[in-house]
């Protein structure tokens, strides 16, 4: 059996540690804005009800509020938001939608399932892109098939919130 001694396992431990948090990956930066102005929903060629399309807006809208990350949040269009100088925008543009059945994923819990897919992109005043990433809402077991909007909004705040 080795013996150290007190002084050398502290050095040994010492020079771990060190090297431990050295060689950690710093934290990526977050980004920095007072507010946010969501756009409208952009379906583009996919076809989803408007229902769904309103629904995932007011949702985001509330969600974003709701987090905190920006002092203020404007819908498209208002024009309160023309004065500010690191206003950002977030534009979503559904990818994909799969409308499921409320009945079948009551019954089943394997079929049914209501899927949204989104490109969400928050760009700069000047139009350069900062963030832009896939996000995905949905209602797998229980529920309305709106409540995949209520999932999605969710995710997009996280995301918000995450990279500001």
Same mark, same amino acid.
């Given at each position: 059996?080795i013996?150290?001694?007190?002084?050398c396992l502290?050095?040994?431990l010492?020079l771990?540690c060190?090297l431990?948090v050295s060689a950690?990956d710093?934290?990526?930066?977050?980004l920095s804005?007072?507010?946010?102005?969501?756009a409208?929903v952009?379906?583009?060629?996919t076809?989803i009800?408007?229902?769904?399309?309103?629904?995932?807006?007011?949702h985001?809208i509330e969600?974003?509020?709701?987090?905190g990350? #920006?002092?203020?949040?404007?819908r498209?269009?208002?024009h309160? $938001?023309d *004065?500010i100088?690191d /206003?950002? !925008?977030l534009?979503?543009?559904v990818?994909?939608?799969t409308e499921?059945s409320?009945?079948?994923r009551?019954?089943?819990?394997?079929?049914g399932a209501?899927?949204?897919?989104?490109?969400a992109?928050?760009?700069?005043r000047d139009?350069?892109?900062l963030v832009?990433?896939?996000?995905?809402?949905?209602v797998r077991? #229980?529920?309305?098939?709106?409540?995949a909007?209520?999932?999605? $909004?969710? *995710?997009?705040s996280? /995301?918000? !919130?995450?990279?500001?």
């Open positions: 059996m013996r150290y001694s007190a002084p502290s050095l040994v010492a771990g060190t431990a950690a710093p934290a990526p930066k977050k804005a007072s507010a946010i102005q969501i409208m952009e379906t583009g060629d076809q009800p408007a229902e769904f399309r309103y629904a995932m807006y007011e985001l969600q974003v509020r709701q987090a990350t #920006f002092q203020k949040v404007f498209g269009g208002d309160e $938001a *004065r100088p /206003l950002v !925008t534009h979503t543009k990818e994909k939608f499921g409320q009945t079948k009551e019954l089943t819990t394997v079929m209501t899927k949204v897919d989104i490109s992109t928050v760009t700069a139009g350069h892109t832009d990433q896939k996000v995905t809402g949905k077991f #229980f529920g309305e098939n709106l409540r909007t209520n999932d999605l $909004a969710k *995710r997009i996280k /995301l918000l !919130t995450a990279s500001f």
